[in-house]
Structure formats: structure tokens, C-alpha cells
């Protein structure tokens, strides 16, 4: 079964600043999601990713399916991104099948 | 229009009691999921459901019975509630996997 390490678990920046969250798996996958999760409990999809980058907006998401990592990356950071991010891989690898969590990575943006 | 929809937002009840959460997605999705978020907020997945197959975690009691009076609806029945029910359960949706999961805004069961 997989195992999902999320890090850093709190991370504060000041505004402006470009944040890296990093995600690692244990069992190989096809599909990588990325989450937030707004102060007020609402989560979002933000990516789904199985290779290389994907960019939205101010967000870039990118994974290495080799050494089972990804990371997600906040360009010019602002306080409304202020949020936990979440990332959720297959339980048993793969693509499909249900997600495990990781822990979340809590992200706080100073102005 | 809310893609994902999760009624009630938050529901307060007593030990023992039996409760409903309502899910209904208008995305014209086929696989839909229940989640836990338990108090240190981590998630995790308690059933998924499309028209062919139930998906169960093994460690959700069986309490807990997603019932689906049609493709577009996952409800989430609890039976017996204890104290430990009490978190924030989301509903969500997705086409396949490979399309990602849309999720509902969260209900905040507290059991007293």
C-alpha cells in the first residue's frame, strides 16, 4: 500500500516570496493530485499530474515518476494562498483505485 | 451552479442517533467518494461508488452504508453514531481517475 510523505508540514513566507512543497510516494503511480484546502474547510483540485509540469496560473505543479516525487511550486506567493495543500496518490498505485492523503503542508503568506 | 453539493453544511446530534448526509453531484460523473477528516485533519477515503462496483475501506465500520438512489446521488448513512463519528465528511466526484476529483464544500458532524 502506499505511503505518502508531505514537506514541509508548516511553512510561513512573506509575500512575494516562491514556496516549494514536495510530495514523495512509495508504490509507483500514474496519477498525482494536489489539493488545497482553503482556511474555511473547502477543498479544491488544483492538478492532477502523471509526467513532466503543469502550470495554472501562478501554480506549477511538477512529478518524477522515477524517484516517485513531485512537487508543487507558488511563484510571487500572496496571502490568499494561504491555505493547506494536500497531495493524494492511488492506495495501491497505478491510477486508479482510491486516494491516500498526505498530511498537508499548511502554508501561511505574510504581508 | 455548485458542481459537488453536500447537505447538511453541519449537523449536530446525540450518541446513538441514525444520520444522513446527502450527496449529489450534477457534473455527470460516474465514480463518487466519501471522505473522513478526522480532528488532526488528515483525509481519508471511506467508499468509493460507481454503477458497477462498491468500494469499501476496510477499516470504515460498517456503521457507515453509502447508498445511491441514482447515479447523480451518494448518501452517507450512519447508524448508531458514536463520539469518535464527530469530523468534517466530504463527498466528491471524478469521471475516471485519470480526470481528477471534484469535492463537495464538507459537512461538520459533531456527535455530543
Known amino acids: 500500500k502506499n505511503e505518502v510523505e508531505q514537506s514541509p508540514q508548516n511553512l510561513t513566507a512573506q509575500e512575494g516570496e516562491f514556496i516549494t512543497i514536495n510530495c514523495s510516494y512509495s508504490v509507483g503511480i500514474s496519477a498525482l493530485h494536489w489539493l488545497q484546502q482553503h482556511p474555511g474547510g473547502g477543498i479544491v483540485s488544483l492538478f492532477m499530474l502523471s509526467s513532466g509540469k503543469k502550470k495554472h496560473g501562478r501554480l506549477i505543479a511538477t512529478i518524477n515518476i522515477q524517484e516517485k516525487h513531485s512537487s508543487l511550486h507558488i511563484t510571487a506567493s500572496h496571502p490568499r494562498d494561504s491555505a493547506v495543500y494536500i497531495c493524494a496518490v492511488p492506495d495501491y498505485g497505478g491510477s486508479q483505485g482510491n486516494l491516500i492523503f498526505g498530511k498537508g503542508t499548511k502554508l501561511s503568506v505574510k504581508p | 451552479d455548485t458542481a459537488v453539493s453536500q447537505t447538511p453544511k453541519y449537523l449536530v446530534t446525540q450518541m446513538g442517533n441514525d444520520k444522513s448526509i446527502k450527496c449529489e453531484q450534477n457534473?455527470?460523473?460516474?465514480?463518487m467518494y466519501w471522505y473522513k477528516q478526522d480532528s488532526k485533519k488528515f483525509l481519508k477515503i471511506m467508499f468509493s461508488?460507481?454503477?458497477?462496483?462498491?468500494?469499501i475501506n476496510e477499516t470504515v465500520p460498517n456503521r457507515f452504508s453509502p447508498k445511491s438512489p441514482d447515479k447523480a446521488h451518494l448518501n452517507l448513512h450512519i447508524n448508531s453514531l458514536e463520539l469518535g463519528d464527530s469530523a468534517v465528511y466530504f463527498c466528491?466526484?471524478?469521471?475516471?481517475?485519470?480526470?481528477?476529483?471534484?469535492f463537495g464544500p464538507g459537512t461538520r458532524l459533531t456527535v455530543l
Open positions: 457534473l455527470g460523473h460516474d465514480t
Open positions: 466528491a466526484s471524478s469521471q475516471d481517475a485519470d480526470r481528477g476529483q471534484f
Open positions: 461508488y460507481n454503477n458497477k462496483e462498491l468500494i
